[in-house]
């Protein structure tokens, strides 16, 4: 993603944090979602009610316990994600990804908005055979939709996820200037109005 003037310098490699997302025994399950810049992704999904976390990161790629700087060269094949825990009871995951899919560019095969190469593509990570057919579903509403263009946007198996460095977590509330700045300057709601219409998430009408 494009780093704003004054924002922080890029952090030390991380230290050890993989996991692999999965369902856990109560009505607490977790998703992992790629949707471009992290930043925006974690501060749209965090609002919803039923979410317990939103923590951002990387997954998918190859290079184990990967730096930003390493991720955001595009060598890694990681993307910026985010690891949605989420109750279920509250919030199906459904209608969880129906706001996902609202909250990106689901016809970009080459990033999302401003920022471009293959560590901002979209994705749905999924860990159980249950997850994988509701992606699949929303995916084909979404494609039905959309049916004049193809959908960019695949339904992946898990992979390990890295938590991405402090200075990125909450950058929304942390850093709300260069946060807002950044938005507006990568065009992100004004595609999604041109994308989706009316359609938006209540988080994007905002």
Request: with cysteine.
């Amino acid at each position: 993603m494009l780093l704003v003037p004054g924002s922080a310098n890029l952090a030390a490699p991380l230290q050890e944090n993989s996991t692999t997302p999965g369902e856990n025994p109560d009505s607490t399950e977790t998703i992992v979602l790629a949707g471009g810049c992290f930043w925006c992704l974690e501060s749209d999904l965090e609002k919803l009610p039923g979410v317990v976390e939103a923590v951002s990161g990387y997954s998918g790629g190859h290079v184990a316990n990967p730096s930003y700087r390493q991720v955001s060269s595009g060598n890694t094949g990681h993307r910026e994600v985010v690891e949605v825990t989420f109750d279920s009871r509250i919030l199906p995951l459904e209608d969880l990804l129906q706001v996902f899919w609202r909250n990106i560019d689901p016809l970009d095969h080459g990033g999302q908005f401003c920022d471009r190469g293959e560590q901002y593509t979209s994705a749905i990570f999924v860990t159980t055979p249950q997850q994988r057919e509701v992606a699949e579903a929303s995916l084909d509403a979404v494609q039905a939709q959309l049916a004049d263009q193809p959908i960019a946007t695949p339904v992946l198996p898990a992979s390990p996820f890295y938590s991405a460095e402090d200075y990125h977590q909450n950058y929304a509330k942390t850093n709300s200037l260069r946060y807002n700045y950044y938005r507006w300057r990568c065009g992100r709601d004004q595609r999604l109005k041109q994308v989706w219409g009316d359609t938006m998430s209540g988080s994007e009408k905002a």
